[in-house]
Protein backbone atom coordinates (compact mmCIF):
# COMPACT_ATOMS: atom_id res chain seq x y z
CA UNK A 1 0.00 0.00 0.00
CA UNK A 2 0.96 3.58 -0.41
CA UNK A 3 -0.24 6.64 1.54
CA UNK A 4 0.17 9.80 -0.15
CA UNK A 5 -0.46 13.46 1.53
CA UNK A 6 -0.75 16.35 -0.85
CA UNK A 7 -0.73 19.60 0.55
CA UNK A 8 0.46 23.45 -0.05
CA UNK A 9 -2.79 24.94 -1.20
CA UNK A 10 -4.64 28.01 -0.55
CA UNK A 11 -5.93 30.93 -1.98
CA UNK A 12 -3.27 33.42 -4.46
CA UNK A 13 -3.96 36.31 -6.73
CA UNK A 14 -3.51 35.62 -10.36
CA UNK A 15 0.01 36.25 -11.20
CA UNK A 16 1.35 34.58 -7.86
CA UNK A 17 2.90 31.21 -7.18
CA UNK A 18 2.44 28.41 -5.06
CA UNK A 19 4.25 24.76 -4.39
CA UNK A 20 2.36 21.78 -3.57
CA UNK A 21 3.94 18.52 -2.31
CA UNK A 22 3.07 15.14 -2.29
CA UNK A 23 4.89 12.73 0.26
CA UNK A 24 4.18 8.78 -0.24
CA UNK A 25 4.64 6.45 2.74
CA UNK A 26 3.87 2.70 2.85
CA UNK A 27 6.67 2.05 -0.01
CA UNK A 28 9.29 3.76 -2.03
CA UNK A 29 8.07 4.82 -5.53
CA UNK A 30 10.57 2.81 -7.00
CA UNK A 31 9.70 2.46 -10.51
CA UNK A 32 6.65 3.72 -10.69
CA UNK A 33 4.73 6.08 -12.05
CA UNK A 34 3.54 9.66 -10.93
CA UNK A 35 1.15 12.28 -11.71
CA UNK A 36 -0.80 15.63 -10.81
CA UNK A 37 -4.36 15.88 -11.79
CA UNK A 38 -7.05 18.37 -11.03
CA UNK A 39 -10.60 19.20 -11.23
CA UNK A 40 -12.60 21.94 -10.47
CA UNK A 41 -16.15 22.19 -9.93
CA UNK A 42 -18.18 20.41 -12.87
CA UNK A 43 -15.41 18.98 -14.84
CA UNK A 44 -13.77 16.13 -15.16
CA UNK A 45 -10.23 15.54 -13.23
CA UNK A 46 -7.22 16.12 -15.83
CA UNK A 47 -3.56 15.30 -15.58
CA UNK A 48 -1.35 18.02 -15.97
CA UNK A 49 1.53 16.78 -14.69
CA UNK A 50 2.78 13.08 -15.51
CA UNK A 51 6.59 11.18 -14.85
CA UNK A 52 7.90 8.21 -13.92
CA UNK A 53 10.56 7.66 -11.29
CA UNK A 54 12.98 5.99 -13.89
CA UNK A 55 13.22 8.41 -16.19
CA UNK A 56 14.05 12.33 -16.34
CA UNK A 57 10.70 12.75 -18.60
CA UNK A 58 8.10 15.02 -17.91
CA UNK A 59 4.53 15.35 -19.37
CA UNK A 60 3.04 18.57 -18.98
CA UNK A 61 -0.42 19.23 -20.23
CA UNK A 62 -0.03 22.26 -22.79
CA UNK A 63 -2.79 24.18 -20.38
CA UNK A 64 0.11 24.84 -17.71
CA UNK A 65 3.54 23.84 -19.96
CA UNK A 66 5.90 26.74 -18.96
CA UNK A 67 4.31 28.11 -15.90
CA UNK A 68 4.53 24.58 -13.73
CA UNK A 69 7.62 22.64 -12.63
CA UNK A 70 7.71 19.46 -10.87
CA UNK A 71 10.25 18.14 -8.93
CA UNK A 72 11.41 15.17 -7.07
CA UNK A 73 13.00 14.52 -3.93
CA UNK A 74 13.82 11.02 -3.77
CA UNK A 75 15.47 10.49 -0.28
CA UNK A 76 12.33 12.18 1.24
CA UNK A 77 10.07 10.20 -1.33
CA UNK A 78 8.23 13.61 -1.99
CA UNK A 79 7.27 15.34 -5.58
CA UNK A 80 6.79 18.84 -5.50
CA UNK A 81 4.18 20.88 -8.07
CA UNK A 82 5.64 24.34 -8.24
CA UNK A 83 3.04 26.63 -10.06
CA UNK A 84 3.94 29.98 -10.89
CA UNK A 85 2.18 32.45 -13.18
CA UNK A 86 -1.14 30.94 -12.02
CA UNK A 87 -4.63 32.14 -13.58
CA UNK A 88 -8.18 31.99 -12.79
CA UNK A 89 -8.51 28.63 -14.69
CA UNK A 90 -6.31 27.26 -12.63
CA UNK A 91 -8.52 27.02 -9.60
CA UNK A 92 -9.39 23.30 -8.74
CA UNK A 93 -8.28 20.33 -6.44
CA UNK A 94 -5.07 19.19 -6.68
CA UNK A 95 -4.39 15.94 -6.47
CA UNK A 96 -0.91 13.72 -6.54
CA UNK A 97 -1.41 10.30 -7.67
CA UNK A 98 0.79 7.12 -7.96
CA UNK A 99 0.85 4.50 -10.57
CA UNK A 100 1.93 0.56 -10.55
CA UNK A 101 2.93 1.11 -14.18
CA UNK A 102 6.07 2.60 -14.91
CA UNK A 103 4.94 4.71 -17.56
CA UNK A 104 3.81 8.11 -18.24
CA UNK A 105 0.12 7.95 -17.96
CA UNK A 106 -2.60 10.26 -18.07
CA UNK A 107 -5.62 8.82 -17.68
CA UNK A 108 -6.69 9.24 -14.04
CA UNK A 109 -7.94 5.12 -14.08
CA UNK A 110 -4.53 3.88 -14.76
CA UNK A 111 -3.78 5.38 -11.20
CA UNK A 112 -3.77 3.12 -7.69
CA UNK A 113 -2.99 5.17 -5.05
CA UNK A 114 -4.73 9.11 -4.05
CA UNK A 115 -3.73 11.63 -2.13
CA UNK A 116 -6.97 14.10 -0.44
CA UNK A 117 -6.40 16.83 -2.90
CA UNK A 118 -5.50 20.59 -1.97
CA UNK A 119 -7.27 23.28 -3.01
CA UNK A 120 -5.73 26.04 -5.01
CA UNK A 121 -7.95 29.33 -5.75
CA UNK A 122 -6.34 31.78 -7.74
CA UNK A 123 -8.51 35.07 -7.72
CA UNK A 124 -8.37 37.40 -10.69
Known amino acids: QVQLVDSGGGLVQAGGSLRLSCAASGRTFGSAGMGWFRQAPGKERECVVAMTWSSSYVYYANSVKGRFTVSRDSAKNTVYLQMNSLKPEDTAVYYC?????????????????WGQGTQVTVSS
Open 97 to 113: AASKVNSIVIMPGMYDY
